[in-house]
T-cell receptor
């Protein structure tokens, strides 16, 4: 079963608009972490934001915020005031549990294009 | 700039050959993970090393192996290359294991198997 689902293969947004990238996840663990990474054409995965399963408040990092709805198992990324440099692939990822190898499970990604 | 460097950036091999990919982690990071990213897909976990020992592996065959060294460098070795091994290979390091630990990724090695 798919652990992380990103239903938007591509998104096109005008510069300065806000954009929401969708992510739903599937886990039976009580302790887990949700991450968003940005991957520009250079290939490097750039950490954007983290949300822990026990965090009561939605995470924010500058222009990035995470809309965490635990009961619906969704962790959408919101980018406010989009910029041309935001054009990239965006991946939602999850890490489960506390012990052993802390692997990240990634979704298929969303390609975001910001138009001037 | 994540402080994680990978070499080489690009590599072309033929089926059946062996390849070694290298990664230099951030200083002090004792955990390194390797991921395979096929074209148009999200990265998939290969394995993780913690203090020079493998402590977890994804769904990859034994011909994928690794090493981690005390100087924060590591290697991914792939034997008997297959066409499907063509992908971007990403190395990621972190200070320790833990559900909230963020990974710092390198820019990857693009491997093409002909």
């Amino acid at each position: 079963a798919q652990k992380i689902t990103q239903t938007q293969p591509g998104m096109f947004v005008q510069e300065k608009e806000a954009v929401t990238l969708d992510c739903t996840y599937d886990t039976s663990d009580q302790s887990y972490g949700l991450f968003w990474y940005k991957q520009p054409s250079s290939g490097e995965m750039i950490f954007l934001i983290y949300q822990g399963s026990y965090d009561e408040q939605n995470a924010t990092e500058g222009r990035y915020s995470l809309n965490f709805q635990k009961a619906r198992k969704s962790a959408n990324l919101v980018i406010s005031a989009s910029q041309l440099g935001d054009s990239a692939m965006y991946f939602c990822a999850m890490r489960e549990g506390e012990g052993g190898a802390q692997k990240l499970v990634f979704g298929q990604g969303t390609r975001l294009t910001i138009n001037p | 700039e994540t402080g994680v460097t990978q070499s080489p950036t690009h590599l072309i091999k033929t089926r059946g050959q062996q390849v070694t990919l290298r990664c230099s982690s951030q200083s002090g990071h004792n955990t390194v993970s390797w991921y395979q990213q096929a074209l148009g897909q999200g990265p998939q976990f290969i394995f993780q090393y913690y203090r020079e020992e493998e402590n977890g592996r994804g769904n990859f065959p034994p011909r994928f192996s690794g090493l981690q060294f005390p100087n924060y460098s590591s290697e991914l070795n792939v034997n008997a290359l297959e066409l499907d091994d063509s992908a971007l290979y990403l190395c990621a390091s972190s200070l320790k294991t833990g559900v909230s630990e963020k990974l710092f990724f390198g820019s990857g090695t693009q491997l093409s198997v002909l």
